[in-house]
C-alpha cells in the first residue's frame, strides 16, 4: 500500500476559485512529520510546510491554508482565490520516526492548472 | 535562507560518457545530501543519502558503481553518472537538510541530463 496517496491526479480550476490539494497518509509510527512542496514548471521544489504529528492546529499563511487531522490520516492543503501563478505540481511527502526521519516519502503529487 | 544550487541546469552528452552534477547549499551547513531522479510527470525517487565524510547509502535498486556520489563537504556533495546511456536521461535533483532528524529538506532547482 502506498504510504502517501495523492489520488487527484490534476486538477484544474478558473482564477479566484478555491481549491483543495487532498493528501492521505500511513504510517505506524506515533512521531512523524508530514511537508507539502510546489514544483512550478521550472522544475525546482519549493518547501511550503512541515508539520509534525503532534501538531493538529490547522495552519494558515495567506491563501495558503492546511487542514491536519491525524484521525482519518490527511494532511489537506486549500488555495483560496487561486491565481495562475499557483499552477503547479504539489507533492505531499511524510518522513517517519522508523529510518531516523531521514527519508522523505513523496506521494505521486497533483497537477494544477489555474486558468484566466 | 536555506538557497540550495545546482550546477549544470541542462547537459547533453554522448552515450558513454561520465556526467557530474554538483549540489551546493549556499546558507547553511548541510549533514546529509539526498539525490533524487524524477521521469517526466513522475514523483521524485530517492536514489541515495549521503552523509559528509562518509559513504552514500544508496536505495534498493540504485547501482552504486553507476551513480557515484560524494559528500565532501558540508557545503558540496557531487553525483557522477558513469558511463551515460540513453536510459540514464532524467531530471535528477538534490536537497540539503541542515541536521539530523526531522530536518526540512531544501532542493536545489534540478539538473536535466539527456544522453545521446
Known amino acids: 500500500a502506498q504510504k502517501v496517496t495523492q489520488a487527484q491526479t490534476e486538477i484544474s480550476v478558473v482564477e479566484k476559485e478555491d481549491v483543495t490539494l487532498d493528501c492521505v497518509y500511513e504510517?505506524?509510527?506515533?512521531?512523524?512529520?508530514l511537508f507539502w512542496y510546489k514544483q512550478p514548471p521550472s522544475g525546482e521544489l519549493v518547501f511550503l510546510i512541515r508539520?509534525?504529528?503532534?501538531?493538529?492546529q490547522n495552519e494558515i499563511s495567506g491563501r495558503y491554508s492546511w487542514n491536519f487531522q491525524k484521525s482519518t490520516s490527511s494532511f489537506n492543503f486549500t488555495i483560496t482565490a487561486s491565481q495562475v501563478v499557483d499552477s503547479a505540481v504539489y507533492f505531499c511527502?511524510?518522513?517517519?520516526?522508523?529510518?531516523?526521519?531521514?527519508?522523505?516519502?513523496f506521494g505521486a503529487g497533483t497537477r494544477l492548472a489555474v486558468h484566466p | 535562507g536555506a538557497v540550495v544550487s545546482q550546477h549544470p541546469s541542462r547537459v547533453i552528452c554522448k552515450s558513454g560518457t561520465s556526467v557530474k552534477i554538483e549540489c551546493r547549499s549556499l546558507?547553511?551547513?548541510?549533514?546529509?545530501m539526498f539525490w533524487y531522479r524524477q521521469f517526466p510527470k513522475k514523483s521524485l525517487m530517492l536514489m541515495a543519502t549521503?552523509?559528509?565524510?562518509?559513504?552514500?547509502?544508496?536505495e534498493q535498486g540504485v547501482e552504486k558503481d553507476k551513480f557515484l556520489i560524494n559528500h565532501a563537504s558540508l557545503t558540496l556533495s557531487t553525483l557522477t553518472v558513469t558511463s551515460a546511456h540513453p536510459e540514464d536521461s532524467s531530471f535528477y535533483i538534490c536537497?540539503?537538510?541542515?541536521?539530523?532528524?526531522?530536518?526540512?529538506?531544501?532542493f536545489g532547482p534540478g539538473t536535466r541530463l539527456t544522453v545521446l
Open positions: 546558507d547553511f551547513q548541510a549533514t546529509t
Open positions: 536537497s540539503a537538510s541542515p541536521g539530523n532528524g526531522a530536518d526540512t529538506q531544501y
Open positions: 504510517t505506524r509510527d506515533t512521531t512523524y512529520y
Open positions: 508539520r509534525n504529528s503532534f501538531d493538529e
Open positions: 549521503s552523509n559528509e565524510g562518509s559513504k552514500a547509502t544508496y
Open positions: 511527502a511524510l518522513s517517519e520516526a522508523t529510518g531516523g526521519y531521514n527519508k522523505l516519502i
